[in-house]
T-cell receptor
């Protein structure tokens, strides 16, 4: 079984400050990990993914995420937040074992960046 | 580059009516899926397909039917709409079984009165 948790419903940060959106996961094998962003009244857009190799993954719009196997975490980070980063962020996991087609999504974290 | 196209964007139904949400992708993706998004519930998988002629149930399939007669199209049918089916519906696709990301449509907002 696979699962993902986003422990914060909402994250507030001031523009220019660093931001972190947390994600932890559970899989029986090794994970594929993803972050998506959803702007109001839009579909989800892919930000970045971890497959293998370097634990620090860089993605779109200056976002990055760090894979930590021992803590089973994949937190999303950005060094300097923009007001335009305000959106809903989803973490997702797929277990590589068993040829699973289906990702499991977290419940989402609303990021609010204050001017 | 159209990507994943969903129609209609908005729909209002009365309880008991039926309708079909359309989803088409032009990326030759094998995998297609339908999700519903409700406040505080995240994304819940309704049905998915790994290729033409192959469909399977997700987490919340009751009240919905799907078919996959072509690679491009994956319609979602509501047989007898209920107020509990008021939601935003998203279609998503992915190529193959590897570590690729999902491509989402813009969503269809359904209200059942």
């Amino acid at each position: 079984a696979q699962s993902v948790a986003q422990p914060e419903d909402q994250v507030n940060v001031a523009e220019g400050n660093p931001l972190t959106v947390k994600c932890t996961y559970s899989v029986s094998g090794n994970p594929y990990l993803f972050w998506y962003v959803q702007y109001p009244n839009r579909g989800l857009q892919f930000l970045l993914k971890y497959i293998t190799g370097d634990n620090l993954v860089k993605g779109s719009y200056g976002f990055e995420a760090e894979f930590n196997k021992s803590q089973t975490s994949f937190h999303l980070k950005k060094p300097s937040a923009l007001v335009s980063d305000s959106a809903l962020y989803f973490c997702a996991v797929r277990d590589r074992a068993g040829g699973s087609y289906i990702p499991t999504f977290g419940r989402g974290t609303s990021l609010i960046v204050h001017p | 580059n159209a990507g994943v196209t969903q129609t209609p964007k908005f729909q209002v139904l009365k309880t008991g009516q039926s309708m079909t949400l359309q989803c088409a992708q032009d990326m030759n993706h094998e995998y297609m899926s339908w999700y519903r998004q409700d406040p505080g519930m995240g994304l819940r998988l309704i049905h998915y397909s790994v290729g033409a002629g192959i469909t399977d149930q997700g987490e919340v399939p009751n009240g919905y039917n799907v078919s996959r007669s072509t690679t491009e199209d994956f319609p979602l049918r509501l047989l007898s709409a209920a107020p509990s089916q008021t939601s935003v519906y998203f279609c998503a696709s992915r190529g193959g079984t590897g570590p690729g990301e999902l491509f989402f449509g813009e969503g269809s907002r359904l209200t059942v009165l």
